[in-house]
């Protein structure tokens, strides 16, 4: 018979703690900071240049499993109301039902369902979103995301860099105007880049 004292009790349990700890410590959940967070995108105008814009307000939770990235997930909302693209009446033309309609759809949102590994880090997070009352399968090309920081109030914050080209009139924004000389007013491929900061949740 094998007797355990209570030090040698104590110590078992402070191996396993120490053994499980950096599985645990693999897995964490983030809060997207909307204050270090955009949604940037550019549009074809008029055949001949891009007009780049963003929504400022974006929020949501993202899980994050560093030692097996497929057990990760994300889901994000975007307030349509937020885009701004330097230009006051654009932008109220851009709100209006001709496009994103903002009374109507407030929001769009992401909802990842799966990531893929790529190559130097980074992959492929795929998700469904939602934009303009439309739900569509997108991918996302993420670069590797950024190592945990503390910042000099003392929260564990990271980083990440996506970006993907969707066609707008997938999701019913078919707004357009013929021009003289041919082509058209708008671009359908809207390009976006994505950049996130998080927060450690507690």
């Known amino acids: 018979m094998i007797r355990l004292t209570a030090a040698r009790v104590a110590g078992l349990f402070t191996a396993a703690f120490l053994f499980a700890a950096p599985v645990l410590a693999s897995a964490a959940t983030w809060n997207i900071d ?76 992401f909802v990842s369902t799966g990531v893929t590994k790529g190559s130097g880090g980074n992959f492929k997070l795929l998700g469904n979103l939602t934009l303009h009352g439309v739900t569509r399968p997108v991918v996302l090309d993420v670069e590797g995301l950024s190592p945990e920081v503390k910042d000099p109030m003392g929260t564990f914050r990271r980083g990440a860099t996506a970006g993907t080209t969707i066609n707008r009139k997938d999701f019913g924004l078919t707004w357009n105007k013929m021009l003289e000389a041919g082509g058209v007013a708008v671009g359908d491929e809207v390009h976006i880049n994505i950049e996130v900061e998080m927060t450690k949740a507690k």
């Open 34 to 109: 909307p204050d270090h967070s955009s949604i940037g995108f550019k549009v074809r105008h008029l055949m001949v240049s891009n007009v780049k814009g963003v929504f400022g307000k974006v929020s949501g939770v993202v899980n994050i499993n560093d030692s097996d990235l497929a057990k990760s997930s994300v889901t994000a909302t975007i307030d349509t109301a937020s885009i701004d693209t330097g230009v006051a009446k654009r932008d109220a033309h851009l709100k209006s039902p001709d496009f994103l309609d903002v009374v109507k759809f407030p929001t769009m949102t």
